[in-house]
């Protein structure tokens, strides 16, 4: 009994909820609505003017105006000169490339001269240095065993020599020294030497010799009309002077003795008497573009003679038939007295002496 009521009264409170919602519902749908509070808009100020700013100097940096470009032409290359080709022509023609000797790179076959008369042959091998006297265009003049030879140049090494002398002068030709101008620019003007006490004989002087036969004498018919025989050649000597300096030579004199053995018919074979020819002469002035001159000696002859058959000879034995012949030449070329440059051919005729007191 007491479990129904409490049934009972849990339920009457459940259905008063209820109505209590339903009810609350029902009012807050019918009921007038809360009107909207009031929204009171404030007008927004107008923002005051800023009073206008001072501008800021603007500073314009003016753009430096770079300075102009030097454009440097580069010169071109000073072209190096070719150096000219030596040939044996300028080598004749500048002494001073000349060596002291040279040396054969071919063999030579020299004569053997005695007495004035060749005797022989002398073969002279490849290597042998050999003296240098005179230089021209296609041969040289040497000393071998004191007595003088010409040969030809490409014998030798002469060329070789040169140019390596003309290399070492930097490929250009000797020149003398020109003498610096004054004050205005002057013509180079060779100068002329004067030579001191005792300088001459310091000069730069070559001399040689050249016999030329000049005339040739025959008579044929002297035999025919029971006469001796005889022909007769006249010769002379070209005595070559020539100057190796840079500067102007004066005149020199020249003095020569040529020796002549002269034979006779009907003398002993140890019969030859010599005979001195003297002379003397002078050349002219010498320089650089002229450096040669040449003296030329007196005529003199040398006969060979036959004696006629029908004579029938001499009781004595004497000699038949003579010839005379060249001994030597012996040349000085001398300025003031003082020798500066001496010939002889062959050396040794200097043992006979330039007097004939002095000889042996």
Do not use: C, H
């Amino acid at each position: 009994m007491r479990r129904s009521e409490g049934g009972t009264t849990t339920w009457v409170v459940v259905l008063l909820l209820m109505l209590a919602i339903v009810g609350y519902l029902a009012w807050q749908k019918f009921a007038s609505p809360t009107p909207p509070p009031k929204v009171v808009v404030a007008p927004t100020p107008a923002p005051a003017t800023p009073p206008p700013a001072t501008p800021e100097p603007v500073v314009v940096k003016a753009t430096p105006t770079p300075p102009p470009v030097v454009v440097v032409a580069t010169p071109p290359p000073t072209p190096v000169p070719t150096p000219p080709p030596l040939d044996i022509t300028m080598v004749v023609r500048t002494p001073a490339l000349w060596p002291q000797q040279v040396l054969l790179v071919q063999p030579v076959t020299l004569p053997v001269i005695l007495n004035g008369r060749n005797v022989g042959e002398a073969k002279v091998p490849v290597g042998t240095a050999l003296r240098v006297l005179r230089l021209g265009a296609e041969q040289v003049e040497i000393e071998y065993q004191n007595a003088r030879y010409t040969i030809r140049v490409a014998s030798t090494d002469l060329m070789q020599r040169a140019l390596a002398a003309f290399r070492a002068n930097g490929s250009v030709l000797p020149t003398a020294p020109v003498a610096a101008a004054s004050q205005a620019p002057q013509a180079p003007v060779t100068p002329a030497v004067t030579l001191p006490p005792g300088e001459a004989a310091r000069l730069k002087i070559d001399v040689s010799v050249d016999r030329k036969r000049t005339n040739v004498a025959k008579d044929s018919a002297a035999g025919n009309r029971g006469e001796d025989e005889k022909v007769t050649e006249k010769y002379t000597y070209a005595i070559t002077v020539q100057s190796r300096e840079f500067v102007e030579v004066p005149p020199l004199d020249v003095q020569y003795l040529v020796f002549v053995e002269r034979q006779k018919l009907g003398s002993q074979r140890d019969d030859n008497p010599i005979e001195r020819i003297t002379g003397s002469g002078k050349t002219g002035q010498m320089n650089r573009k002229d450096p040669t001159q040449v003296v030329t000696s007196s005529e003199f002859e040398i006969s060979r003679q036959i004696q006629n058959s029908k004579y029938g000879g001499y009781v004595n034995g004497g000699r038949r038939k003579v010839e005379d012949s060249i001994v030597g030449v012996w040349v000085k070329v001398l300025k003031d007295g003082q020798i500066v440059a001496e010939y002889t051919n062959p050396s040794t005729i200097k043992k006979r002496g330039w007097d004939k007191s002095e000889g042996k």
